[in-house]
Nanobody, 121 residues
Framework: QVQLVESGGGLVQPGGSLRLSCAAS????????MGWYRRAPGKQRELVAA???????NYGDSAKGRFTISRDNAKNTVYLQMNSLTPEDTAVYYC???????????????WGQGTQVTVSS
């Protein structure tokens, strides 16, 4: 069992910043990739950003130039620094961990419960 706990969401004004955190815990030996997805009302879930254990990153088009993903492998924690937020960034943000190798040599994936980000004046 792997649990992902997200924090850092909330209400922010346009142009503001937020930092999301996601900590993974449980039966974990290593995690290949961690990332953030979001689902806005009436839209499909989309990739925001992802990062591998080696530090390679992948950003969705909406995040490029404004958001930065980082990771602390020792803490199994991923962060998303979001700057220059606009109302279009309003969504539920979900943390994902993929390629989790547990102590029984199984490879699993896990999702967090989601954290609401609302950008509004």
């Amino acid at each position: 069992q792997v649990q992902l706990v997200e924090s850092g969401g909330g209400l922010v004004q346009p142009g503001g910043s937020l930092r999301l955190s996601c900590a993974a815990s449980g039966n974990i030996f290593s995690i290949y990739a961690m990332g953030w997805y979001r689902r806005a009302p009436g839209k499909q879930r989309e990739l925001v950003a992802a990062i591998t254990s080696g530090g390679s990153t992948n950003y969705g088009d909406s995040a490029k130039g404004r958001f930065t993903i980082s990771r602390d492998n020792a803490k199994n924690t991923v962060y998303l620094q979001m700057n220059s937020l606009t109302p279009e960034d309003t969504a539920v943000y979900y943390c994902n961990a993929d390629g989790i190798l547990d102590f029984s040599d199984r490879v699993v994936s896990s999702w967090g419960q989601g954290t609401q980000v609302t950008v509004s004046s």
